[in-house]
């Protein structure tokens, strides 16, 4: 699996973020700087003004990681209808050992979020799951043991929000 595949929706959170960190996050920390550079008489003393300082240079940081990585991604496109589960894509899924449902949507390495129910492609479970179809069983290695999944549904994922 390519690390550097993004999906057109994973694209645009990131290329949000990126603009909000460049615009507003900079803006924030700028005057939270003046106004800990205004309260000390001696900044080198100053908790808050370091504290400050060290916030602007992470969120400089992540700005350059996020502008590094948007420059690196390539974008992947699934194959809606094709009934393959693809990156990009919404997979549901009943835990054949436990009977549990679960809902997935497969992305790039740099999209996973759990909570928000984006499992990566590299992961166990993400490889797994690519290129199977409605009704095939995935297997998945887990450090607990096997894992047995059915796949329910495939579909395709809602654009970016």
């Known amino acids: 699996m390519n690390e550097l595949l993004i999906t057109p929706a994973g694209l645009a959170r990131l290329e949000a973020e990126l603009e909000r960190l460049q615009t507003t996050g900079r803006l924030e920390a700028a005057e939270r700087l003046r106004q800990a550079a205004s309260s000390e008489a001696d900044l080198s003393a100053s908790a808050d003004y370091q504290a400050a300082r060290e916030e602007q240079a992470r969120l ?46 497969v992305v790039g390495m740099f999209e996973t979020d759990l909570p928000a129910g984006r499992i990566s492609a590299a992961s166990p479970l993400g490889r797994a ?3 199977r179809r409605r009704g095939e069983i995935a297997l998945v290695d887990a450090p607990s043991g096997p894992l047995r999944f059915k796949i329910l549904a495939i579909e395709t994922a809602p654009a970016a929000a």
């Open 129 to 131: 799951l690519l290129g």
């Open 60 to 105: 400089e940081g992540r700005i350059a990681r996020l502008a590094q990585r948007l420059a690196a991604i390539q974008i992947a496109e699934s194959y809606a209808g094709n009934g393959v589960l693809d990156l990009g894509e919404r997979v549901r899924l009943r835990d054949l050992d436990t009977g549990k449902r679960v809902e997935y949507e």
